[in-house]
Structures are given as structure tokens and as C-alpha cells.
């Protein structure tokens, strides 16, 4: 007989009740999407995995400790045949079948009546896979395809386009420390609907080269300010732009709110009317270090780490830094915008209190091809940037984290 293709179909569970045989890692892996769709699911199985158990213990299932016996798929609407004996197994199927239960079987897919697909959500829709016919099931093949349709869903990449939804005004994006994979599934969705990019110099650079040629790319550092500050031209620019009715985004290094001046655009926009949607991003302060070896926390070295701006020095008025108690802190000091002035930085931590000693790591142009590290202590950093030649953006971290690593001393 010809084997004829499966027919998809999308099972409204809410309230309904389903089976599931064994409570293994298979069970482990299907029973979210059942209790996400509102099933009334009863787990019979001797045993369970830790995580299934923790189901059963929220009230997301009952759970029957025992082994199959003949009527429990009796009154249900849909099965889930598991376990880890065929014997079972193969009762449970012939009962399913006796009672019009459609069953899914881990174990045999040809004795089963329905098939589970690769499935995946994005943008309001489910996405579902499945092979044609039981001789091509390649589980690997469905689960590929289906994680290529979310990606592009999730990344814009893949848009139907006459449904193509913009969001409007104007989106804040953290763009990450630089490697272009380091951006949000978000905020390169928002991207690839652009009409508008308004980009800072750092940032994931290379992900303005993908972008289409109707796209119109804006460096903010090139922005004419004229009478008014650099801020208030890009605050501008971004309201001029989202009023003609473009979806702007404001592509930004690292996260928006972390010395990025975020806030302030947000509430220029606030002010306009516009509206804004703002991104998360990887901070350089905690995913530059990282990069390079240096996690900034570490159990048993240090509890706690601070971000900390370094673009004015500690005896400038201007510094709202609290030099002298930072260096009473034993754990990380994350420095950021603080190349020029670090000499002064470091000497004011030793004359407070820190080790001379305490590591230092300057990692420049983080998460690029451009990497470097470059190692120094609190002594030796001011002279270490000039023979070294370390130049902005970098990421300074002082402590002992410095030293803990894959080959780490600490
Ligand atoms: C104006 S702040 C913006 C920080 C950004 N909002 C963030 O969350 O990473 C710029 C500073 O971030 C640091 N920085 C940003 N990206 C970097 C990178 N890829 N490598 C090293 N430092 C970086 C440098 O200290 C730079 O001077």
C-alpha cells in the first residue's frame, strides 16, 4: 500500500485529556508544549526524571507511579506512548487504536497514528515540520528546517511581504560589544525592518553592511550640531526621521542604558510623542572581559563587581565617583572610557588603600577580530598603556579576577 502523507492539524487541548506513558527523557521534552496548550495530563510511570517530578509536584500533570495497565488511554483524547517497554508499548498502541485515541509512540513511529512535528514560535505563529512519510523521518532534518523558518522569522530575514510589521517610532537597540552575532534576536529583527539606522561608531559595525540599499545609514558621530549640542542633533534626528513615518532604529553599543546616553533619547522622543521601544544589549562591561578570559565574578575570589565611568579623572569636579571608597572594595572594578585617565585612576586606588599589586587587564576592541589583552597591575598600568600603546575602546578590569582563567593561578 502507498503510504500516504500525514495530515496536519493543530489539537485545541484546553481542558482535554491526554496520557502520558513513561516519564523519561521523551516525556521530558513533549510534556511543556502539552502544558502550555491547557492539557489535563495524566503521567503513569513507575519513575520519572527530576524535571518531570518537578511538574507533577507544581500540579502541572498527576502523575500515577505505576507501569501501564490496560484501560488507561480509555478516556482520553490523545496519548503519548513512552515508556521504555515495547511490550507496553505495543498494548497501550492496540488499546489507543480500540478507542480512536490518537497515539504518538517514541519507540516506532510506524505504529503510531499521529506524528509530533519540530515545532517553533515566532511572531503569533507556530511553526510545525514534519516528513512527508515515515521512510525520510530524520528527526535532525525537520528540527533543521523548522529552526531555519523561526530564525528568519525571529531575524526578519524571513518576512511574507505583504504582512511585513513594523514597529513604529523610533527602537533603542543595544547593539552588543561588536561581533556582529552578540546583537538580539530582537533587536536584528528590528534592523532588517529599518528604513532608517542611526549608528554609533562602536558596535556591531559589520551588521550595517547586510543591511539593504534602501536603507538609509546615519553615523551619529557625523550628525551637523550646528547651535545645538551633538545629543540634542541626534535626539533630533530621530524625531525628524520617525515623523516622515520611517521605522528608525537607534543602533547603539553595548546596552542602551549603560553610559549610552539611552534614557535621554528615550525621553527627547517621550516628548515629541513618538513612540520608542527600547532593546537590551551585551554590555561590554561584563561580555568584553569575558572574551578575553576574565569573568568578573568568581566563587571564592570576588562577590561583587562595579561599573564604573573613567572618562574623568578622580580629582575632576565633574567625577560623580566615589574614588576612595571603591578602593576600600575587594572585589571587581570594571572601568570603562578610562584608557586616558587610568594612571590617575590607579594611583588613587593604591593612595586609598588598594594592593599595588592588584591585577590589571585592559582588553581592547573586545569581541572583534581586533581583540587584545594586555596585562599590568595597579603599579605598572600607567606606564604598561603608553609602551603598550592601548588604545580606546577598552575595557579595564582591576582585581584578582584578572588572574583566574582556564590556566588561572587564582
Ligand atoms: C560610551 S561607553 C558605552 C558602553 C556601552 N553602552 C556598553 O554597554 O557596553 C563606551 C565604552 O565602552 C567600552 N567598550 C564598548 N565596546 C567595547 C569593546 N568592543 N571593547 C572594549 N571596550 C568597549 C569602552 O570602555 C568604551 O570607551
Given at each position: 500500500m ?9 489539537l485545541?487541548l484546553t481542558?482535554?485529556h491526554v496520557?502520558?506513558l513513561g ?7 513533549r510534556l ?7 492539557a489535563d495530563?495524566?503521567l503513569v ?12 509536584d507544581?500540579?502541572e500533570i ?16 490523545y ?22 485515541v490518537w497515539c504518538?509512540?517514541?519507540d516506532d513511529?510506524?505504529?503510531?497514528t499521529?506524528?509530533t512535528p ?10 510545525a515540520v514534519?516528513?512527508?512519510d515515515?521512510?525520510h523521518?530524520d528527526?535532525r532534518?525537520?528540527?533543521a528546517i523548522?529552526?531555519?523558518?523561526v530564525?528568519?522569522?525571529r531575524?526578519?530575514t524571513l518576512v511574507a511581504?505583504h504582512?511585513r510589521?513594523?514597529?513604529?517610532g523610533v527602537?533603542?537597540v543595544?547593539?552588543?560589544p561588536?561581533?556582529?552575532d552578540?546583537?538580539?534576536v530582537?533587536?536584528?529583527?528590528l534592523?532588517?525592518?529599518?528604513d532608517v539606522?542611526i ?8 551588521l550595517l553592511?547586510e543591511?539593504p540599499?534602501?536603507v ?11 547651535r ?9 534626528a530621530?524625531?525628524e526621521?520617525?515623523k516622515?513615518?520611517k ?10 542604558f ?5 534614557m535621554?533619547e528615550?525621553r ?10 527600547v532593546v537590551p544589549g551585551?554590555?561590554?562591561s561584563i561580555?568584553?572581559p ?5 569573568p568578573v ?5 570576588a562577590?561583587?563587581?562595579t561599573v564604573?565611568s573613567g ?7 565633574r ?7 571603591l ?8 572601568i ?12 588613587t586606588?593604591?593612595?586609598h ?21 594586555v596585562?599590568?597591575?595597579?603599579a605598572?598600568?600607567?606606564?604598561t ?19 583566574v582563567?582556564?590556566q588561572g593561578?587564582?
Amino acid at each position: 500500500m502507498a503510504e500516504h502523507p500525514a495530515y496536519p492539524v493543530g489539537l485545541r487541548l484546553t481542558g482535554r485529556h491526554v496520557v502520558v506513558l513513561g516519564g523519561g527523557q521523551v516525556a521530558q521534552r513533549r510534556l511543556p508544549a502539552l502544558i502550555a496548550a491547557g492539557a489535563d495530563i495524566r503521567l503513569v510511570s513507575p519513575g520519572a526524571t527530576p524535571s518531570v517530578e518537578a511538574m507533577a509536584d507544581s500540579g502541572e500533570i498527576t502523575w500515577e507511579r505505576r507501569p501501564y495497565a490496560e484501560g488507561d488511554l480509555a478516556d482520553a483524547w490523545y496519548a503519548l506512548i513512552a515508556t521504555s517497554d515495547t511490550e507496553a508499548n505495543n498494548a497501550a498502541s492496540a488499546e489507543a487504536e480500540r478507542h480512536r485515541v490518537w497515539c504518538v509512540r517514541s519507540d516506532d513511529a510506524d505504529r503510531a497514528t499521529a506524528w509530533t512535528p519540530a515545532t517553533g514560535h515566532s511572531e503569533g505563529v507556530t511553526v510545525a515540520v514534519l516528513t512527508t512519510d515515515a521512510r525520510h523521518r530524520d528527526p535532525r532534518h525537520t528540527a533543521a528546517i523548522r529552526d531555519a523558518v523561526v530564525e528568519g522569522l525571529r531575524d526578519g530575514t524571513l518576512v511574507a511581504p505583504h504582512q511585513r510589521t513594523r514597529t513604529p517610532g523610533v527602537a533603542l537597540v543595544g547593539g552588543g560589544p561588536g561581533d556582529p552575532d552578540l546583537i538580539t534576536v530582537r533587536g536584528r529583527r528590528l534592523l532588517a525592518e529599518a528604513d532608517v539606522v542611526i549608528a554609533d561608531r562602536l558596535g556591531p559595525r559589520d551588521l550595517l553592511a547586510e543591511l539593504p540599499p534602501h536603507v538609509e545609514v546615519i553615523d551619529a558621530a557625523k550628525i551637523p550640531y550646528g547651535r545645538f549640542m551633538a545629543q540634542e542633533a541626534i535626539n533630533n534626528a530621530l524625531i525628524e526621521h520617525a515623523k516622515q513615518g520611517k521605522a528608525v532604529v537607534r543602533l547603539k553599543g553595548g546596552d542602551p542604558f549603560v553610559f549610552g546616553r539611552g534614557m535621554e533619547e528615550a525621553r527627547a522622543l517621550a516628548e515629541a510623542g513618538i513612540a520608542c521601544t527600547v532593546v537590551p544589549g551585551i554590555s561590554s562591561s561584563i561580555s568584553v572581559p569575558g572574551a578575553a578570559g576574565i569573568p568578573v565574578t568568581h566563587r571564592g575570589v570576588a562577590h561583587e563587581f562595579t561599573v564604573v565611568s573613567g572618562h574623568v579623572a578622580p580629582d575632576d569636579e565633574r567625577s560623580l565617583v566615589d574614588w576612595p571608597s571603591l578602593a576600600k572594595l575587594t572585589g571587581t572594578l570594571v572601568i570603562l572610557m578610562g584608557v586616558d585617565k587610568i594612571g590617575r585612576i590607579a594611583e588613587t586606588l593604591v593612595a586609598h588603600g588598594r594592593s599595588p599589586d592588584t591585577p590589571v587587564a585592559l582588553v581592547q576592541e573586545g569581541t572583534t577580530a581586533a581583540q587584545r589583552r594586555v596585562d599590568a597591575t595597579l603599579a605598572t598600568v600607567a606606564d604598561t598603556v603608553v609602551a603598550q600603546e592601548v588604545r580606546p575602546p577598552a575595557v579595564i578590569v582591576v582585581g584578582e579576577v584578572v588572574a583566574v582563567g582556564p590556566q588561572g593561578t587564582v
